[in-house]
């Protein structure tokens, strides 16, 4: 059974930075273009960052020049470097296939406050 684990998140002042890091049973992660979605309090699920298995990303409006997305498929993992961090990039961050169709994991929770 496929597995996604998500880690790195935590409460940060605005214009902080903030590493998250997912980590995949199999080869999950090199078999597929993989994206991290996040979801705030209230809202849908949106798909925030793209990798493609030929490394090309793409990112949402909203993040574009301050998140940055990796993949290691040496060690499965992909993660999402983010900067200049906004209260409004508040929410639970996940990682999954894109589009997603594997079972999404607990997420990472990630705040942004003063």
């Not at 979605?37 to 793209?50: D, I, M």
């Not at 929410?91 to 406050?113: D, E, K, L």
Request: with cysteine.
């Amino acid at each position: 059974q496929v597995q996604l684990v998500e880690s790195g998140g935590g409460l940060v002042q605005p214009g902080g930075s903030l590493r998250l890091s997912c980590a995949a049973s199999g080869s999950i992660i090199s078999n597929n273009a993989m994206g991290w979605y996040r979801q705030a309090p209230g809202k849908q699920r949106e798909l925030v960052a793209v990798i493609t298995r030929g490394g090309t990303t793409n990112y949402a409006d909203s993040v574009k020049g301050r998140f940055t997305i990796s993949r290691d498929n040496a060690k499965n993992t992909v993660l999402l470097q983010m900067n200049s961090l906004k209260p409004e990039d508040t929410a639970v961050y996940y990682c999954n296939a894109q589009p997603a169709f594997y079972n999404w994991g607990q997420g990472t929770q990630v705040t942004v406050s003063s």
